[in-house]
């Protein structure tokens, strides 16, 4: 009776011992592999190298090892191998160029495979990758065709350019760095795009380009004809006072006290007009690069502020003086109006407001949208009059002109934008250059805008021209 109780017991514990080890090796089985992600991921491959990431991450040991392939059409062709026992990670990050004819890769359906281990011991070992990109292998570029476009153009200008493309995810005019997308939906025929452009005043007056590109990365660039016009920027020195300073600085630097020693002063100017200026002009930048309209909100020529003058122009490039030595450099990058003292600011042409408040140098400022990527900048208010989402008229007012911000007297700052660069205020304020530059190249391709191709652009009963001269007096000044 004893020996089976005792061979009873000792069943017990072989059982248990079973039980824990196989439950040990379930366990050891379940253990999720390495886990493995693509950044970015994509759905074709083009002409053009693609480098993504591989993001590798072993939830339990160590990474052991990492290997990629592209494989069509049964063939495969190793594009990364790695052992990684000696590095003794569990996390790593491995860089992957793929290349369409380094690979030998044609037309069609691909899968990209990642297989990657640990050093987690498993019973059963799974030899299955850890990652399947399935793309499609595209070697073929969008189609793009040049409608018509603006041929006169200058350095600091605009234009427009009317293209159609199929194929493409992505088409607009390339000047050099700078790429201005294009809108579709303004023309019949669907494929058919506008897009306003601009030759950007801080480089070189580069010719401007169609550019369509597809979903795998092809391109496809049509040269866009055109001729430059001169341009003459003007340069100008601002003589900065120590009243002036006593009073600006502590406005823009509140950390500065206008009882300061003048070299104090001078120092924190130099923080507003460098530092404060280039925030100030990122805040624009990506407003005017945002969100905009995908028809044109204006119609007609656009209007310069009723009964003022001209006192500062665009692109202007300045040199600030102190007791008559050079401190600093900056662009003006707008005109500044002036008249009388808290003048209402009206709307030069119909939009919508995307901004109102204070930004620096600008002091209290208006943005408005006009679509297709074009907007217009209103500076120095002493009030604001009107809200974001607000749509407003041509000469509706907006506010009441100011010497907010970096001002050096009451006046209004006004800047145009196109995709978040600068243009001439003056092209857009004369109709004989908005008939023959916009809307002409417009009509020419088939692209019928309400207030812009259908005779509106008449010559306006006030000419504009060049900006004269600016007078050696006293003016309020945008510093």
């Known amino acids: 009776m004893l020996v089976m109780v005792r061979g009873w017991k000792a069943w017990v514990v072989v059982l248990a011992l079973l039980g824990l080890g196989g439950g040990t090796l379930l366990w050891r089985q379940r253990q999720p592999g390495v886990a493995v992600a693509l950044d970015p991921a994509f759905v074709a491959l083009g002409h053009p190298k693609r480098t993504v990431t591989l993001d590798l991450r072993a939830s339990a040991g160590k990474l052991a090892s990492v ?13 990364l191998t790695e052992d990684l026992v000696a590095a003794g990670v569990s996390e790593a990050r491995r860089p992957l160029t793929l290349e369409a004819a380094a690979l030998g890769l044609k037309e069609g359906p691909a899968e990209l495979l990642v297989f990657a281990r640990d050093s987690f011991w498993r019973p059963r070992l799974n030899r299955g990758p850890r990652l399947v990109q399935r793309f499609t292998v595209d070697l073929t570029p969008p189609t793009l065709e040049l409608r018509a476009a603006t041929g006169y153009i200058k350095h600091a200008g605009a234009g427009v350019a009317v293209y159609r493309t199929t194929g493409a995810v992505r088409s607009g005019v390339q000047v050099g760095t700078a790429f201005f997308p294009g809108v ?109 309209a995908a028809k044109p909100l204006w119609a007609g020529p656009f209007h310069q502020q009723p009964n003022s003058k001209v006192f500062a122009n665009f692109p202007e490039e300045r040199t600030y003086e102190v007791e008559g030595k050079t401190i600093d450099t900056a662009w003006h990058l707008g005109i500044d109006l002036a008249s009388s003292k808290r003048i209402p600011v009206e709307a030069g042409n119909a939009g919508r407001v995307v901004f109102t408040g204070a930004n620096g140098i600008y002091g209290n400022m208006v943005i408005l949208d ?56 003056l092209e857009w304020w004369d109709p004989h250059w908005l008939r023959d530059r916009v809307a002409k190249p417009l009509a020419d391709a088939g692209v019928t805008l309400p207030g812009i191709t259908d005779g509106a652009l008449a010559p306006a009963s006030v000419p504009t021209g060049p900006v004269p001269p600016r007078r050696a007096a006293s003016r309020p000044r945008h510093r």
């Not at 290997?67 to 594009?79: K, M």
């Open 67 to 79: 290997e990629a392939q592209v494989v069509q059409g049964g063939v495969a062709h190793t594009v």
């Open 184 to 292: 579709a939906g303004l023309a019949a025929d669907p494929a058919v795009l506008v897009a306003f452009f601009a030759i950007p005043y801080d480089g070189p007056a580069v010719a401007p380009s169609a550019l369509a590109e597809d979903e795998a990365g092809n391109q496809r660039l049509v040269g866009i004809p055109v001729t430059f016009l001169p341009a003459r920027f003007p340069k100008d020195v601002i003589r900065l006072t120590e009243p002036f300073l006593r009073r600006k600085v502590p406005e823009l630097s509140p950390q500065t006290l206008g009882t300061a020693p003048l070299d104090q002063l001078v120092a924190a100017f130099l923080q507003v007009n460098r530092v404060g200026r280039k925030d100030a002009e990122a805040k624009i930048r990506a407003i005017t690069q945002g969100e905009t």
């Open 370 to 425: 006009h679509g297709l990527g074009l907007f217009t900048l209103y500076g120095h208010m002493s009030e604001i009059g009107v809200k974001v989402g607000q749509e407003v008229k041509p000469r509706e007012p907006l506010g009441r002109s100011g010497e907010t911000g970096l001002a050096g007297g009451d006046h209004l700052h006004v800047g145009f934008l196109v995709r978040g660069v600068y243009v001439s205020p």
